[in-house]
């Protein structure tokens, strides 16, 4: 189930999110549904984490139950990685082959 309202706005503006993860301190949301946001670890080697050092805001949900939903957040949109890869990722890959 989707996001509403206040909790949609404070999901897709990672800047109002106050929880923050163990020794990383990574930022985290829990909406509505009980779903947890976690947010990219800009330091990790993964294609996600460059992204997210480049200055956008990416983020990965959690079921209530903890285990990975297949969305992602990135700059205030959800996406799947596929839809996130062809958007974000794909234009890297073209300009940086040529």
Sequence with gaps: MAAKGKDAAKLRDMSTWTG?????GLRSFTDEDGNFWLEQNATKTSKWAKLASKGHDVAWEF???RRYTGRML????IFTPAEATKKFLAAEGKSSAE
């Design 74 to 77: 990135v700059d205030g949109e």
């Design 20 to 24: 923050r993860t163990g020794a990383d």
């Design 63 to 65: 079921g209530a139950n």
